[in-house]
């Protein structure tokens, strides 16, 4: 299961093409588009809710156009004003339309004088879906509560109106009021030592889509890292964030060169609350980080690697529209692939990449067909399925059979180019192939036939001549694991004193999907892997453990499951457990004890899941 297709846009099926840009957004970017967002929020620990106005500067394209859409999800509009040169306001007319469950309201404005700006006072709902609120007693240490935003895929609506599509890009500014003491973030650049006065500003320079906005305020510190990194958590986590993630400069740095600079300024990392739902989220200048990837070995750094990639792959050059957003995960996970290489070695690098090539085989035996192509044919895409195992990990493999095939410097040289030439735009697929024939297909005949390509890109399934690496290591798992499950070899005689986190998950996930209880029991005595603080490990031993009917483990499952909201790592396990009547009842009793700490996204991925094995 990959870790995103569980919900990233929750179970959205593509409307019909009514918005023939965006079918995930109500804006027509054809007749107006916003440039600048201008934000003036409070946020409000005690109602849950930021509350404020935004600013949008608009480019008006189509002399016609007598409206202004906007996106919005639960929001409470207050007024909408057009607001002229010399600021002098004036009330619009405008209407919102009721909510639609997977768009949000529709907000249409009156603008036929073709306003240069338009003014919307507003607050959101202490539900918004793109926003968490936490307790104090939710947070690490319990001093001060803690809210942070999570936009992509289309939930930015929930917390700004403005047109929510990745087609249009923005700068933006924004001055925050937060409680004293407080520390606020957002995908800006950070003042690592700004004080904690309640008045913060931050000024987005580069024009972004609006899945990049992101804010964050909590009992935050600061470590620097580099020249140009910190990290930002809570005190008590600030120091072991800023020990795993100590490699952050020189990450920085592999990617400059071989990818040209990094025009952000500084990069810095927000390491979140275990109830953050993914794993990482690439918000410019400041990546939003799970917690859970603090293990104090740096195994999992893998995910700053990724997130650092998108600088480049995402945030510079972005997909224009969630179907072809491989261009965003597939060429980062590529870049990460590299990184991750330079700095660790080509066994590490190998070793993730094998990972992905295996979840991506399990997964593509379950998948419609269309949701196979890393470029889905219109119509009716699940738009779950634009984000699964497929964006990651067949746009990546895509990736290294070009550097095979044409050679690693040429195709770097091409990579670079490609950044360069689609900087700071969003951009389709075919765009994307419009550069590739002349620049690397056409330009080194012989290496690559445009037909090859296209399988790549629209065919299903992965092509058959597509390079796997070699793991020694992983091929003596292999061996070691159908010894252990033959009775061949007992659990304390595996070789695994020093295996990594990624060869205890490939070992983990070659188990049997039902495997014998006494040889799960066997292997727990010898390796304790119950209670593992490694949560990638703790995810696949719960999952099957519980499947091959180890009730001893439920209770380590649960606070596993209490403790952490991200997708990829909880879910797996519910799903586990709900797959009998008993194991659904235990679930249900973990959920309702740990629903109030969980993110939106996590409680709506935990019902849906309810909904279904009741169905059953
Ligand atoms: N941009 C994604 C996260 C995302 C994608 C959020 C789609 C919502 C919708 C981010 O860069 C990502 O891929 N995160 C991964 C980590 C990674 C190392 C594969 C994650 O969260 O697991
Ligand atoms: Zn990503």
């Known amino acids: 299961m990959s870790p995103l297709r569980t919900l ?54 189509d002399p016609k156009a007598a409206v202004l859409v906007l996106d919005t999800r639960d929001l409470s509009i207050a007024s909408v004003e057009s607001v002229d040169a010399a600021g002098k306001t004036a009330p619009l ?54 809210m942070f935003s999570q936009s992509e895929s289309i939930h930015a609506r929930s917390w700004v109106p403005l047109q929510d599509s990745p087609a249009i890009r923005f700068t933006y500014d924004a001055q925050v009021t937060a409680p004293k003491d407080m520390r606020v973030a957002m995908s800006a650049p950070n003042d690592p030592q700004h004080p904690l006065d309640g008045e913060f500003t931050f000024k987005q320079t580069h024009p972004i889509p609006s899945y990049l906005l ?29 020990h795993e993630f100590e490699d952050t400069e020189k990450m920085i740095a592999t990617a400059e060169q071989l ?46 690697a990724h997130e650092l990639a998108h ?29 991750t290489e330079a700095l660790y070695g080509k066994r590490q690098a190998d070793e993730e990449d094998l990972l992905s090539i295996h979840a991506l085989q399990r997964e593509l035996g379950e998948m419609p067909e269309n949701a196979q192509r890393l470029a889905p044919k219109p119509g009716n895409i699940d738009a779950d399925d634009t984000l699964s195992d497929v964006a990651y990990s067949k746009g990546s493999w895509f990736l290294r059979t070009l550097e095979q095939r044409f050679g690693r410097e040429t ?47 629209y065919g299903t399934g992965v092509p058959k001549n597509a390079p796997i690496p070699d793991s020694p290591r992983f091929d003596t798992i292999d061996k070691e694991r159908t010894a252990f499950l033959a009775g061949t070899l007992s659990a304390d005689k595996l070789d695994a004193k020093d295996w990594n986190t990624q060869e205890w998950m490939y070992f983990l996930d070659g188990l049997p999907d039902t495997p014998p209880l006494a040889k799960m029991q066997e292997l727990d005595s010898a390796w304790h892997l119950t209670g593992t603080p490694n949560a990638e490990i703790g995810m696949r031993w719960y999952v099957h453990a519980i499947a091959a009917g180890d009730k001893a483990t439920w209770p380590a499952a649960a606070e596993h499951m209490t403790r952490i909201g991200r997708l990829y790592l909880t879910m797996p396990v519910y799903r586990a457990l709900s797959k009998t009547p008993d194991g659904l009842a235990f679930a249900e009793q973990v959920y309702a004890r ?23």
């Open 311 to 339: 600088s480049w792959s995402g945030n510079l050059v972005t997909a224009a529209s969630w179907r072809d957003i491989w261009l965003n995960e597939g060429v980062t996970t590529y870049v990460q692939g590299r990184i």
């Open 214 to 242: 992101a804010i964050a305020a909590g009992d935050l510190s600061v470590k620097e890292t580099g020249p140009r990194s910190a990290v930002y958590a809570e005190p008590s986590v600030v120091g072991k964030a800023a």
């Open 93 to 146: 007319t405008y209407a919102l339309a009721p909510r639609d469950k997977q768009l949000g309201s529709k907000l249409t404005i009156q603008t036929p004088q073709h306003p240069h700006e338009i003014r919307i006072a507003y607050s959101t709902s202490p539900n918004a879906s793109g926003l968490q609120w936490l307790p104090p007693a939710q947070t690490a240490d319990k001093k001060l509560p803690f």
């Open 259 to 304: 990818y040209g600079p990094y025009r952000w300024g500084r990069y810095d990392l927000l390491v979140l609350p275990p109830s953050f739902p993914y794993g990482g989220m690439e918000n410019p200048n400041m990546t939003f980080a799970t917690p859970t990837v603090l293990v104090g070995d740096k195994s999992l750094v893998s995910l700053v």
């Open 594 to 616: 740990a629903k109030n700490g969980y993110h939106p996204l996590t409680q709506q991925a935990v019902e849906a899941l309810f909904a279904k094995a009741g169905k059953r």
């Open 8 to 61: 990233a846009l929750g179970a959205l099926v593509l409307p019909v093409a009514a918005y023939a840009n965006d079918p995930y957004s109500y804006a027509q970017p054809d007749e107006v588009r916003v440039t600048h967002l201008d934000l003036k929020l409070k946020i409000e620990f005690p109602q849950r809710k930021l509350e404020g106005e935004a600013t949008l500067t608009l480019n008006w394209k």
């Open 411 to 457: 195709f770097d040289n091409y990579l670079k180019g490609y950044f360069d030439h689609f900087a700071f735009q969003s951009i389709t697929t075919e765009q994307m192939l419009d550069y590739l024939k002349p620049n690397l297909i056409d330009k080194y005949p012989g290496k690559m036939s445009w037909d090859d390509v296209k399988a790549w890109v």
